[in-house]
Every structure is written in C-alpha cells, then in structure tokens.
C-alpha cells in the first residue's frame, strides 16, 4: 500500500513539474510587440514622414493576395532589410542578395527553401525566418523590384505602405501608442491607422517564470523525497512495459 502512494506521489510530482515547464514563456518572437501604421494612401505617393523616422520607424509596402487565393497571404516588400534581420533571425539558410528575386519565408508559412510561384512568378525562399512575432510570420519578405510589384498588381494582389515602429515589451508599446494618439501629426496621413495584430500577456513573464520554477522545484523535491524509499529493482518493477 505504502509503495502505491509513493508511486501516485512520483506521478504528482512529474505533473507538477510538467505543468511548470508549460509555464514558462513561450518564444513570441522579438518583434512580437512591433506597431504597425498603416497608410492607406497608394505607396508611390506615401514616404515615410520624418516624425516617424525620429521613432525609429522602418517603412514597407504589404502586397495583400486576393481572397481565395491559396498560398501566403502577403509580402513584405522591404527595403534596406538589414535594418531589421540579421543572420541570427534565420532559422535555416540566409538572408537574401540585394537586387536578386530571393525571399525569406516567415515562420508560419510553411514553405521549405527553394523555388515557389507567387502570381506567376517565381521566388527562390534562400532562407527561413525564426519565429517573430505577428507582422512577419505568415509572410515572404523580399527587397522590392518594380517588376515584381507589378506583375502582383497584374494578378489583384493590393499594395499598403506600413510604417513599423519596434518596441521590445507590451509596455514600451502602449508608450508608442499613447504618443501617437496624443499626437496625430506623428502619423502618415489622417486616415493613417495603427493594425492591432499583438496580444497583452495574461502575466509579465516575471511572474510566469516565477512561477514556473516554484511549480519545477516543488515536482522535483516531491519526486526525490519519493524517490529514496525504492530500490533498483523496484522502479525497474513498477515502470517497465507491460
């Protein structure tokens, strides 16, 4: 009797620490919390104003694929992409050559490395984005060409200018947004809009984490403590197949 509670004390204390290690912080990806600004107006009349410059903002133009169409459903036409990615962003493969019809695949988009058509054309994905964050997972990101712009236009893809202003915390980005509501001249455009695409954390990743190596110890002691009253033999006995 004494050995089937030790062994329902083992499992409880594999459950406790399992549930720990569920809590800690999952990786959302460093640009989890970026604020995207739309601009609605066509992009070859949008620059990118200086007021947002002064925020750091990075400017790209979002080519949005016509409903039902199968595939990714955007690209991130960016310039100067080195601005935000760096080889350590890249999962797997490298970024793209300035000039070249490369791409890098974001995340959740499912495509491997090598050739894929977008609107008749074909794009080489040379590399594969580390997860994060909303603006960029389910994307290509490409350097922009004229010609590649065109043929999505061709095809009924429409193009958005967005301006991204990085902030590394939910706290640093409801600064950003609090500035920006107190101050519309920031923006692009009056009908200039900020996309919601990020979540606010349930709890700071202080506590979760907190928490979660509270709830690790606790499982790890309780399987110890159990641990000392079996033998060898008895482990092998009570947890081998059947």
């Given at each position: ?158 193009a958005e200018a967005r301006y991204f202003v990085l902030a590394e915390t939910w706290r640093e980005r409801g600064e950003v947004l609090a ?64």
């Open positions: 009797m004494k050995r089937a509670i030790a062994v329902v004390f083992l499992l409880i204390g594999m459950a406790i620490g399992g549930l720990g290690y569920a809590l800690l912080p999952a990786d959302h990806g460093r640009y989890e919390y970026v604020v995207q600004v739309a601009d609605p107006r066509p992009p070859a009349e949008s620059e990118m104003p200086s007021s947002l410059a002064e925020l750091g903002a990075v400017r790209a133009v979002v080519m949005h694929a016509p409903e039902g169409t199968s595939g990714v459903p955007a690209m991130l036409l960016l310039p100067n992409m080195s601005d935000l990615f760096g080889a350590e962003d890249c999962g797997l493969g490298r970024l793209p050559s300035v000039g070249e019809q490369e791409a890098l695949a974001g995340d959740a988009t499912g495509l491997t490395r090598g050739p894929t058509q977008v609107a008749g054309q074909t794009v080489e994905v040379v590399g594969l984005l580390q997860k994060l964050g909303p603006a960029f997972d389910d994307r290509l990101v490409m350097d922009p060409s004229e010609s590649f712009e065109a043929a999505l236009r061709e095809d009924g893809w429409e500035r920006l509501e107190a101050e519309p001249d920031l923006l692009p455009s009056p009908e200039a809009h900020v996309v919601g695409t990020s979540r606010a954390p349930v709890v700071s990743p202080l506590v979760r984490v907190i928490l979660a190596v509270a709830l690790i110890c606790t499982g790890v002691v309780t399987i110890a403590i159990q641990l000392r009253g079996f033998s060898r033999q008895d482990l092998e006995r009570r947890f081998r197949r059947e």
